[in-house]
């Protein structure tokens, strides 16, 4: 997926975000964000620290996973293709902590969206 792309789904996330948290929680919203492709994860990132949210980014599995465990997270922006794991497994286990999740990734067949909505992500 292109920058542009990208551009346009970071500020659908940041609007999806605007409309669901309520303006003095949006502060202590903590937000875990994966995602391994570096100019991407800026994007985003900035998008979302500019609209007042507290994001967490991390580039691998092995990392999420540690955080997901030691941290809590009130959302998580997963991307589905990491270079040392699956996203979709990530997706399970915020699912199985209770976290909120989104999957934001180049992926578009509608048998991988069909699984990730199976497994637990509220939207893609």
């Given at each position: 997926?292109?920058?542009?792309?990208?551009?346009?789904?970071?500020?659908?996330?940041?609007g999806?975000?605007?409309?669901?948290?309520?303006?003095?929680?949006k502060?202590?919203?903590?937000?875990?964000?994966?995602?391994?492709?570096?100019?991407?994860?800026?994007?985003?990132?900035?998008?979302?620290?500019?609209?007042?949210?507290?994001?967490?980014?991390l580039?691998?599995?092995?990392?999420?996973?540690?955080?997901?465990?030691?941290?809590?997270?009130?959302l998580?922006?997963?991307?589905?293709?990491?270079?040392?794991?699956s996203?979709?497994?990530?997706l399970?286990n915020?699912v199985?902590?209770?976290?909120?999740?989104?999957?934001?990734?180049?992926?578009?067949s509608?048998?991988?969206?069909?699984?990730?909505?199976?497994?637990?992500a509220?939207?893609?």
């Amino acid at each position: 997926m292109d920058v542009e792309n990208f551009r346009c789904s970071s500020l659908w996330v940041a609007g999806l975000l605007q409309r669901e948290v309520s303006g003095s929680m949006k502060y202590n919203t903590r937000i875990i964000y994966v995602e391994d492709e570096q100019e991407t994860a800026d994007i985003v990132s900035a998008y979302l620290a500019h609209a007042g949210y507290c994001v967490s980014h991390l580039t691998t599995h092995k990392s999420a996973q540690k955080a997901l465990y030691e941290e809590n997270f009130d959302l998580a922006i997963l991307d589905i293709v990491l270079p040392d794991g699956s996203g979709l497994e990530l997706l399970q286990n915020a699912v199985a902590q209770g976290v909120p999740s989104i999957l934001l990734s180049a992926k578009k067949s509608e048998s991988e969206r069909i699984e990730g909505f199976r497994l637990g992500a509220v939207n893609w």
